[in-house]
């Protein structure tokens, strides 16, 4: 799916709609689809390269989008970027919230009904609700991994494996697995375990290679390849999406990093945890347009997703792997979605993050020693009003503009995208 479709389908999720394809285990497929109706079929291949164009202020981009089909069940994809930029430290992070892309994703996979198996470099995003997830979301920089994952009606399961990066000769790992019920229609609940491991020279763990075994049952029963049971950092989060009507739609997702359970031990301490939910609102005034107003709220606590050896904390690049606000902050957002199910898509929003000085995000490899408690957010508290507005139009399949003005961080912004597909083809197979 093009950029204008990926958007309104996360709009359209919010109304109640189409919630057979919501999973906690993102991003959403990209699919192969021509004016919303497939045009393929067993002796076809199909082909599509995008090109995307990013003006701003501080900043200019070319994004490629390519996607490849074959015989309904194999794939590939692209996704590289050329960015001339100003050199400002906070760049990537602004280039990021437009493009939700930070550094360049291909790779190759196969797809059916029920199974799925792809092997390249990415990010996962994973989480109930739009834009608030936690441990691993959009808003990363890019890793090599390997995914498989099935359908079996209303369970549905997921397992990642990858490489994150090797710093001063230590080699970082990450993996994750998800377990997700859906009744296709309201409800949609999950669990899920993301573990992030290291070590000098440390090569790849085949014990965290079954995708039904858990980091503690690994841990505890000895089966690493390294002595010792402090070496990997390991977060389990519950998520819920649910309509407990058709107008209203609630997320929720849990997150425990460290628990700390032995009574005698406890004392004066906390428990690594995070917390965001949304609350989003389609009220039924006209069949001719989808309007949503919500609300969000997410809360990471000061010592989550950091962990007694650095190289272990949930960063990638420098940058958090999941809540781009890192850790010991939270962030409150207000917003207003428009759409017209056609092909025009606005949105405004606006909100407040609080940051300490403990946040991954300053901090990326330093170790957590301890889990006392203590203020929060801790130390000196940065404050940030941010707003953010945003028109996507789109006047041809897979041809569309976006005009986006922002404010973040104490600087503002302006972002102009236009989104053409230089390459499209229906082949028959030879």
């Not at 939700?100 to 994703?105: D, K, V």
């Not at 300053?362 to 957590?368: G, K, L, T």
């Amino acid at each position: 799916m093009d950029q204008f479709a990926y958007k309104s389908k996360k709009l359209i999720h919010d109304s109640g709609k189409d919630w057979q394809s919501i999973t906690n285990f993102g991003p959403l497929r990209y699919g192969f689809e021509e004016e919303g109706k497939s045009q393929s079929s067993p002796n076809q291949a199909n082909k599509y390269v995008d090109i995307m164009f990013t003006i701003a202020n501080k900043f200019t981009s070319i994004n490629g989008f390519g996607r490849s089909r074959y015989n309904d069940y194999f794939y590939a994809y692209f996704f590289p970027e050329i960015v001339n930029e100003s050199g400002e430290n906070n760049q990537p992070v602004m280039r990021t919230l437009v493009s939700g892309n930070y550094g360049s994703n291909s790779g190759i996979g196969f797809e059916n009904s029920w199974c799925i198996f792809q092997i390249g470099n990415g990010k996962e995003n994973w989480g109930a609700g739009n834009d608030i997830q936690l441990s691993l979301s959009k808003h990363s920089s890019s890793y090599d991994y390997f995914l498989l994952g099935s359908d079996y009606g209303k369970i549905r399961v997921r397992y990642i494996y990858g490489f994150l990066e090797k710093v001063e000769n230590v080699n970082r790992y990450i993996t994750a697995r998800g377990l997700e019920y859906t009744n296709k229609k309201s409800l949609v609940i999950g669990l899920s375990e993301t573990v992030i491991y290291s070590g000098e020279s440390r090569s790849f763990d085949i014990g965290y290679l079954n995708p039904i075994s858990s980091h503690l049952e690994i841990e505890l029963n000895n089966r690493l390849n390294i002595v010792g049971d402090g070496n990997s950092n390991a977060v389990w989060q519950f998520h819920l999406d649910f309509l407990p009507s058709k107008n209203f739609r609630l997320s929720l997702n849990i997150l425990y990093d460290e628990l700390v359970l032995d009574p005698d031990i406890q004392i004066g301490k906390e428990n690594g945890k995070a917390f965001s939910s949304r609350l989003a609102y389609s009220p039924t005034i006209s069949n001719n347009y989808l309007l949503t107003f919500y609300c969000s709220i997410i809360k990471v606590g000061t010592p989550t997703f950091r962990h007694g050896i650095g190289t272990n904390n949930f960063t990638q690049s420098g940058r958090p792997l999941g809540w781009t606000g890192g850790s010991d902050g939270q962030e409150i957002r207000m917003g207003i979605n428009y759409f017209n199910y056609k092909n025009l898509i606005t949105s405004f929003s606006f909100g407040l993050v609080k940051l300490g000085e403990e946040s991954i995000i300053d901090r990326v490899f330093d170790p957590y020693k301890d889990y006392m408690k203590g203020k929060f957010p801790s130390g000196e508290v940065e404050k940030n009003h941010f707003y953010r507005a945003e028109i996507s139009y789109r006047w041809k399949f897979n041809y569309s503009i976006s005009f986006l003005v922002q404010r973040d961080h104490n600087f503002s912004s302006l972002y102009f995208k236009l989104n053409v597909p230089i390459f499209q083809s229906l082949q028959k197979k030879l």
